[in-house]
Nanobody, 124 residues
Framework: QVQVVESGGGLVQAGGSLRLSCAAS????????MGWFRQAPGKEREFVAA????????KYADSVKGRFTISRDNAKNTLYLQMNSLKPEDTAVYYC?????????????????WGKGTQVTVSS
């Protein structure tokens, strides 16, 4: 099974940018649909963005559409999330998640493997 580890979080001012990375190991990366989720203090974890195993289809939460870009490099076994025009409400722990492409259901739901998360803090 795949293991995923996030990196790239940090403290940034509002309007700034960050790029998160998610390194995968222990499985064939191109066999997995991938996604980013986040959880702010006192709130439930929410969907941010997802990408299919080949990178051809992406989906975004309305709150990040036009500001965040999800991408993947299957040769490097790495998932990315480019975050621009960051807002204080983007502050959260960001999680990388994977789901086998042969698993049932929508590719961005029912994720099967999760990382431990990376903190993103946006100051006003």
């Amino acid at each position: 099974q795949v293991q995923v580890v996030e990196s790239g979080g940090g403290l940034v001012q509002a309007g700034g940018s960050l790029r998160l990375s998610c390194a995968a190991s222990g499985g064939t990366f191109s066999h997995y649909n991938m996604g980013w989720f986040r959880q702010a203090p006192g709130k439930e974890r929410e969907f941010v963005a997802a990408i299919t195993w080949g990178g051809g289809i992406t989906k975004y939460a309305d709150s990040v559409k036009g500001r965040f870009t999800i991408s993947r490099d299957n040769a490097k076994n790495t998932l990315y999330l480019q975050m621009n025009s960051l807002k204080p409400e983007d502050t959260a722990v960001y999680y990388c998640a994977a789901k086998l492409r042969t698993s049932g259901g929508l590719y961005y739901m029912g994720m099967e493997y999760w990382g431990k998360g990376t903190q993103v803090t946006v100051s006003s």
